[in-house]
């Protein structure tokens, strides 16, 4: 047997295998940028310190890796799992600072300013809230990986873009509508796809959501292709419009007009229907159905072994995640004001799985925080203008969003696959020995 | 009748390239009953390492592109390969015993990872090399439609000829083919009596990339132009492929790629050039609700 080497060294030769790996990854790719030139001809721009930097970060990584899992631990025993702590005042606080949120952001920045916080980081991060609770019904519950669900997003936003002008109907009336509709086909596409193994039906979605994708953007005469739909009529608070003027919202309640008053309001309804959203799904997890999706998730055999009607449970699964993604879609078009195929690309999809990913299949908290950090992540990279100057004008932080994104599916799958918030309870529970339920 | 003979030769160059790429998602299904999402991307990775090296070589050392191709076809099968082979053993080996959908939901991640990889170090934008090996050889003329077939296209046919031929040999005929065949069965029974699972699952990877980088070098050949979002669409045609040829074949998924490319191609002709995805897509709905198991595939039963 040869003597153990020196840590020192080992970790050196791990660092200098790292490098040439990250080195044959990058060679063409990173190494070398293809651009067109003046005569439309691509020529190849060398990039060598970019690509040696990749070289020693990869190296720099490996060798402290190594070095830092030969570090000597001592034995730890092994804790007892904690007790979970209950914390009964946290949902009353949160939903008082969610509410006071929107309210206080006008008084603090003046209305102007609040636009954008109120915007993105309050509407913005509540429909992706409601988006990844609607499909963790499907994903986290019921083990469906629904791959299209942009598609249900997409008819929900175009239920209300193409019925409003068409019907005259308000807002209200025309939510459920876009839900229903949404619902509808997702009953359509779940009835002959459901029977299939999990991995096909993620595909078989996904191939449905593309389908749709291709018909919105070709269906001129509907659809308005690459365009989109706008000019539909805007919300209103219960008939009020927010106008400047007599008529309008501000002036009825003696107001001074601004912009952000819209927002709030629906903020307001956003964050009403999330609510709505989460209390269906918690409720309906006490509910035979909801024990019979989880059960469904664990084992499907075992499942039909019991006598489930394992397609028709997988169908109300699949149906209310497309109801709430039709709801989300309603207020997405609301919120926009236009509404085009390209917002409902697989990206879009990617992203609302990532989040329900992130924030763990079948936790509600976990959802909403991931909704948060995605949304805030991709703010945050858009405002990080600092890093042109290191890396030369061309460089857009925005476009590393879903490169991040994708990262981040992979490192939660390897690492936490239980999501960040991994302390979901089980629903039902065997009572402890001795103790009366 | 000549515009039908056109396209049907056009239908069999894009079917070969459909069907390299399925060979890809193919093997991986078989030997570890994953979908290997990523392989489109890869597949598109592996178009835009051929059209760097074909710069590299013609541009920088003043190779001929005729002559530049064959390095680079091989060049590219090797990055690509090596790309695959660190993306198995980061995203995808410490997920075998997960629960079921986390190798693909990890896999989703990697493809997402990927095209936005290439549009952050490339650009968003076309990338379009001169054309190459223009010859072509008239079929027929003096109509009023020329049928002609060009060069591209016999060599693009011949490759995927001879490669699937030397495959099939391979998984046939070579103690790693035996290997590989024994883990597609029983991966713990193959590791007992000494199969090195781990290695075996590596190198179908890597077969699997080298074909994919074959595919993405002809891709670049025939239509000579390539975007960072080209992964996706194929992908998801030659997983199409893979199941309507059934999963698990190897000839099948080269005869659900020609398939494919055929239904493709003819749609985009006779009915509408907009909706030629909706058919190859609604033809994926159909084949997995109808046919699950494929025109070659046998039937998969799910045991407890």
């Given at each position: 047997m040869s003597a153990p080497q020196p840590l020192l060294s080992r970790a050196f030769r791990d660092g200098v295998v790292a490098a040439l790996i990250v080195a044959g990854l990058g060679f063409p790719v990173i190494a070398y940028r293809a651009e067109p030139d003046f005569n439309n001809v691509l020529t190849l721009n060398a990039r060598w310190p970019l690509f040696l930097t990749f070289c020693a970060l990869g190296f720099a990584l490996r060798f402290l890796l190594t070095l830092w899992t030969a570090r000597p631990r001592p034995l730890r025993a092994v804790k007892a799992p904690e007790a979970p702590v209950r914390r009964p005042w946290l949902a009353p606080l949160g939903l008082a600072a969610l509410i006071a949120y929107p309210l206080l952001m006008p008084v603090l920045l003046g209305p102007q300013a609040a636009l954008k916080w109120v915007d993105t980081f309050g509407v913005q991060i509540l429909l992706y809230v409601l988006l990844g609770w609607g499909l963790n019904i499907a994903v986290g519950l019921a083990g469906l990986l629904d791959l299209g669900y942009a598609a249900f997003y997409a008819v929900g936003a175009y239920a209300y873009a193409l019925l409003a002008p068409l019907t005259g109907l308000s807002f209200w009336a025309l939510l459920p509508v876009s839900g229903l509709f949404a619902a509808l086909w997702g009953f359509c596409i779940g009835f002959p796809v459901l029977r299939l193994r999990g991995d096909y039906l993620a595909i078989v979605t996904l191939a449905f959501a593309e389908i749709v994708r291709v018909v919105l953007v070709n269906w001129d005469v509907v659809t308005h292709g690459e365009q989109g739909l706008f000019g539909f009529p805007p919300i209103s608070f219960f008939g009020l419009p927010f106008i400047p003027g007599p008529r309008g919202f501000a002036a009825h309640f003696g107001l001074k007009f601004a912009a952000v008053h819209k927002l709030i309001f629906l903020y307001f309804v956003v964050l009403a229907l999330a609510l709505v959203a989460n209390f269906v799904s918690i409720r309906l997890r006490r509910l035979p159905l909801g024990r019979a999706w989880e059960a469904l998730r664990e084992d499907e055999i075992a499942c039909r072994a019991l006598g489930l009607d394992t397609a028709n449970i997988k169908l109300t699964a699949f149906a209310l995640g497309a109801f709430f993604a039709g709801i989300a879609g309603c207020l997405f078009a609301l919120r926009q004001g236009v509404v085009s195929p390209s917002s409902f690309t697989f990206n879009e999809s990617a992203t609302i799985l990532a989040i329900v990913v992130l924030g763990g299949r079948g936790s509600q908290w976990g959802v909403a925080l991931a909704a948060a950090l995605i949304v805030g992540a991709s703010e945050l990279l858009r405002q990080l203008d600092f890093l042109k100057m290191i890396f030369g004008p061309d460089f857009d932080p925005a476009q590393y969003r879903m490169l991040l994104v994708g990262l981040a599916m992979v490192a939660m799958m390897n690492f936490r696959p239980r999501g960040i918030v991994s302390t979901r309870q089980p629903t039902i529970t065997l009572p402890a020995a001795g103790v009366r339920p | 009748m000549e515009i039908f003979l056109q396209q049907l030769i056009n239908g069999v160059t894009l079917g070969s390239i459909y069907g390299l790429i399925a060979i890809g998602y193919t093997m991986v299904f078989g030997i570890i009953g994953m979908v290997n999402f990523a392989h489109g991307d890869v597949f598109m990775l592996s178009a835009f390492i051929a059209l760097l090296l074909l710069l590299l070589l013609t541009q920088m050392l003043g190779l001929p592109a005729g002559l530049a191709f064959v390095p680079v076809l091989f060049g590219s099968m090797c990055l690509t390969a090596l790309w695959n082979f660190v993306i198995e053993r980061v995203a995808y080996r410490r997920l075998r015993g997960s629960f079921r959908l986390a190798p693909l939901i990890s896999a989703i991640g990697m493809s997402t990872f990927l095209s936005n990889f290439v549009t952050v170090t490339q650009g968003p934008n076309n990338k379009s090399i001169p054309p190459l090996l223009n010859k072509i050889i008239p079929l027929t003329s003096g109509g009023d439609y020329d049928v002609t077939l060009s060069y591209k296209q016999i060599l693009i046919v011949a490759v995927t000829a001879v490669l699937l031929a030397a495959f099939w040999f391979v998984v046939q005929k070579t103690s790693l083919g035996r290997a590989q065949r024994a883990c597609e069965q029983d991966a713990k029974m193959a590791a007992l009596l000494g199969v090195d699972v781990n290695r075996t699952i590596s190198l179908t990877f890597v077969i699997g990339a080298a074909l994919a980088a074959v595919a993405g070098s002809l891709f670049l050949l025939q239509y000579g132009v390539v975007k960072s979002s080209d992964g996706f669409v194929p992908g998801v045609k030659a997983f199409t492929a893979a199941v309507l040829g059934g999963i698990g074949s190897l000839p099948g998924a080269v005869l659900g790629g020609l398939a494919i490319g055929l239904v493709e191609t003819l749609w985009g002709q006779y009915f509408s050039s907009d909706y030629k995805d909706v058919a190859a897509f609604s033809l994926l709905a159909v084949t997995l609700i109808?046919?699950?198991?494929?025109?070659l595939g046998r039937p998969d039963v799910e045991k407890v």
């Open positions: - | 109808f046919m699950p198991s494929g025109l």
